[in-house]
């Protein structure tokens, strides 16, 4: 019943900026964390940021100071600002989120499809 999509990748030149969407759909209680994950070919998929149901964030090393990850209770999204944009942070976009169908029940994971960004000259 739950879809995540997500909107806003393409291709940005070196020391470019990037706005990443993810909406949440169907049947929703409410949301808890909500996440983005990256994956390059041959990489390891890993956790760039997330955030939870009362704003608190985590980054990984990597996007420390340029990426900057928040979210709209009010619409069920996410949001992923990413400025300064390096090579290395070329790989399909993923977001996640912790969904809670009904008020009874725990909270489930979600994932949308991806969105591809490519850094580039």
């Known amino acids: 019943q739950v879809q995540l999509v997500e909107s806003g990748g393409g291709l940005v030149q070196p020391g470019g900026s990037l706005r990443l969407s993810c909406a949440a759909s169907?049947?929703?209680?409410?949301?808890?964390?909500m996440n983005w994950y990256r994956q390059a070919p041959g990489k390891e998929h890993e956790l760039v940021a997330a955030?939870?149901?009362?704003?608190?964030?985590n980054y990984a090393d990597s996007v420390k100071g340029r990426f900057t990850i928040s979210r709209d209770n009010a619409k069920n999204s996410v949001y992923l600002q990413m400025n300064s944009l390096k090579p290395e942070d070329t790989a399909v976009y993923y977001c996640?989120?912790?969904?809670?169908?009904?008020?009874?029940?725990?909270?489930?994971?979600?994932w949308g499809k991806g969105t591809l960004v490519t850094v580039s000259p």
């Open positions: 169907g049947v929703i209680f409410s949301i808890n964390a």
């Open positions: 955030i939870g149901h009362d704003g608190s964030t």
């Open positions: 996640n989120a912790a969904v809670r169908v009904t008020r009874t029940t725990y909270p489930k994971d979600y």
